[in-house]
């Protein structure tokens, strides 16, 4: 089992910055991909990006893409989501979801294994 739990999440006005971490823990050796996921009300959860854990290759979203980067630390079984010029329909209950496949490429919400219970991210206009 891999438990994840998510952290940073918060209010923020339109145009500002946040940061979230994903700490993993348990059976960190099997997690080849790491992801962040979203989820607005009303809406179904979504792929915001992911990183693959032995080459680092990073995947985004066309909707995030050049505002949110994500890096992991592998020391600390620990990955990042920067988001930046932050728009209020980025609103919703940010996710971490670790897979024991390396996926090259947006992986689905049914390709993740494990999932954090969510942070709340707020941005107001």
């Known amino acids: 089992q891999v438990r994840l739990v998510e952290s940073g999440g918060g209010l923020v006005q339109a145009g500002g910055s946040l940061r979230l971490s994903c700490a993993a823990s348990?059976?960190?050796?099997?997690?080849?991909?790491m992801g962040w996921f979203r989820q607005a009300p009303g809406k179904e959860r979504e792929f915001v990006t992911s990183?693959?854990?032995?080459?680092?290759?990073?995947y985004f979203a066309d909707s995030v893409k050049g505002r949110f980067t994500i890096s992991g630390d592998n020391a600390k079984n620990t990955v990042y989501l920067q988001m930046n010029s932050l728009k209020p329909e980025d609103t919703a209950l940010y996710y971490c979801?670790?897979?024991?496949?390396?996926?090259?490429?947006?992986?689905?919400?049914?390709?993740?294994?494990?999932w954090g219970k969510g942070t709340l991210v707020t941005v107001s206009s």
């Open positions: 348990g059976r960190t050796f099997l997690i080849r991909t």
């Open positions: 979801a670790s897979t024991e496949r390396s996926i090259d490429g947006l992986p689905y919400v049914d390709n993740m294994d494990y």
């Open positions: 990183i693959t854990w032995s080459g680092g290759s990073t």
